[in-house]
Nanobody, 117 residues
């Protein structure tokens, strides 16, 4: 079992930055690929970014490339999402997730990010 708790959300103006954290408790955190997703009101949950167990391989949604950076610190059981040049359309609840062999099986409860114009 893995428990995930996000933090770092808040309200910022367009062009600002936020750094989200996802703290994991449980065994084998360092073995899981981790990802960030987001869900805006009335919209489907969408993929934002992910990285492999070591952090050496990353992937991003086109909408956040060159603005967001995903990273992890396995010694601290934490994954991060650095968000720069934020836009109003980035407003959403951001959730972190861990990928087992089959699917994104473990999810946090999310942290709200609001970007005003």
């Amino acid at each position: 079992q893995l428990q995930l708790v996000e933090s770092g959300g808040g309200s910022v103006q367009a062009g600002g930055s936020l750094r989200l954290s996802c703290a994991a408790s449980g065994r084998l955190f360092s073995s899981y690929p981790m990802g960030w997703f987001r869900q805006a009101p009335g919209k489907e949950r969408e993929f934002v970014a992910a990285l492999n167990w070591s952090g050496g391989n990353t992937i991003y949604a086109d909408s956040v490339k060159r603005r967001f950076t995903i990273s992890r610190d396995n010694a601290k059981n934490t994954v991060y999402l650095q968000m720069n040049s934020l836009k109003p359309e980035d407003t959403a609840v951001y959730l972190c997730a861990a990928h087992t062999d089959l699917a994104w099986d473990y999810w946090g409860q999310g942290t709200q990010v609001t970007v005003s114009s």
